[in-house]
């Protein structure tokens, strides 16, 4: 018999914030317009967190829900993984934040950045856990405030981005989202097309780095799109070969929300039809590591996760970091 240890999604939950910003909001400041930010992106409109809202508030309330789903107390928790790059401080880790307000009291808790592509990293990491025997329950949050860091005067970055967040438990025992396969990649040659660069120990914050602005995103736009295209395609292929799958078996998508026509390129790529593909990046735009979870969760409420479905979650991001899982539902 089988030793092997399996570990599965027991239970999905998400939080977008109440305030909606609009394309048409944007334009009473920005030289922008609706008509371009959709053409460009697919984005209509996004959540933008409250000042008192920090990156675990979203992220508790998006754990509270995943756990309640999976029918399980926090103190049952061995291990809290946040993936974020808007953490609530340098330190400590938001996920101890969490851990405390939610009541993970034998959990241990850390962070983990991929930007991004911090979903698939952060489920890998908790899946991982589970298998080797070092942990049974795992709690993984990504959680976004990408409002607090942007430059709300350049037109080229904050239209792009939006907060929320989405969190899912891991267990040994879960009938339901065994994790199958993952493929992890990062390229660090492209840290410059996408990046915060002051307020770190490269460039501490100062009068000079504050005054340039280099404590708000920088991307190089029509780079990060090309990448996006190319990457999803791959890593999509590495990890379905992995599994021993085709992309024919492939029965739903749930990429990350960057932008619209890199996931219709995707769809063109493997000849699925929207319907497979999950999209809500009109609602939330690109909510970083928190898109995929938010998406996935969304898709369960809408009782789109029928069991025995292969179901390819992909994400790509600043780092360059890349990040395939490949579920059973
Ligand atoms: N409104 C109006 N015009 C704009 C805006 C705006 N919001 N933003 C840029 N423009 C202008 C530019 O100034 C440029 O004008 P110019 O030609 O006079 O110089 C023109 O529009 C075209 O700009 P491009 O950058 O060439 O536009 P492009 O078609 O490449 O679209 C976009 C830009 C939407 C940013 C696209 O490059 C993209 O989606 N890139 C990928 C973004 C992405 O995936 N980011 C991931 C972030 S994930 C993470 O890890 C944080």
């Known amino acids: 018999m089988s030793t092997k240890r399996r570990a599965g999604i027991a239970g999905v939950g998400y939080y977008v914030p109440e305030r909606v910003v609009t394309n ?67 330190f400590p880790a938001t996920a101890c934040i969490i851990q405390d307000k939610i009541g993970a009291v034998n959990a241990g808790a850390f962070d983990l950045t991929a930007v991004c592509a911090g979903f698939p990293y952060a489920l890998t990491t908790g899946a991982q856990m589970i298998k080797a025997g070092q942990a049974e329950r795992v709690l993984v ?37 065994e994790i199958l396969t993952s493929v992890l990649g990062a390229d660090g040659s492209g840290i410059d097309q996408l990046c915060i660069p002051a307020g770190g120990s490269a460039r501490p914050a100062s009068h000079e780095t504050i005054e340039q602005g280099l404590h708000f995103m920088k991307m190089n736009g029509p780079e990060i799109y090309k990448f996006g295209v190319r990457i999803i395609g791959e890593a999509v292929e590495q990890a379905l070969t992995k599994a021993g799958l085709q992309e024919k078996d492939m029965d739903l998508l749930v990429p990350h929300q960057a932008n619209i026509r890199i996931i219709q390129s995707a769809a063109k790529r493997f000849n699925l039809p929207m319907e497979k593909i999950v999209v809500n990046i009109d609602r939330y735009s690109n909510t970083s590591a928190a898109s995929i979870p938010i998406a996935l969760a969304e898709a369960k409420e809408a009782g789109r996760l029928k069991p025995g479905m292969i179901i390819v979650l992909v994400g790509f991001g600043a780092g360059l970091t890349w990040g395939t899982v490949v579920l059973r539902w």
């Open 24 to 90: 048409f909001d944007l334009e009473k400041t920005l030289n922008t317009s609706d008509e371009w930010i959709q053409s460009r992106t697919g984005i209509r409109e996004r959540r933008i967190a409250a000042p008192e809202q920090a990156a675990s508030d979203l992220g508790l309330i998006a754990a509270q829900r995943a756990l309640a789903d999976a029918g399980m107390a926090a103190d049952q928790l061995d291990m809290v993984i946040v993936a974020t790059a808007s953490p609530d401080m340098v």
């Open 141 to 177: 949050v990504a959680t976004e405030k990408f409002s607090g860091l942007l430059d709300w005067n350049d037109r080229s970055t904050c239209v792009l981005m939006g907060d929320g967040a989405g969190a899912v438990v891991l267990t040994a025992d879960s009938p339901q989202g």
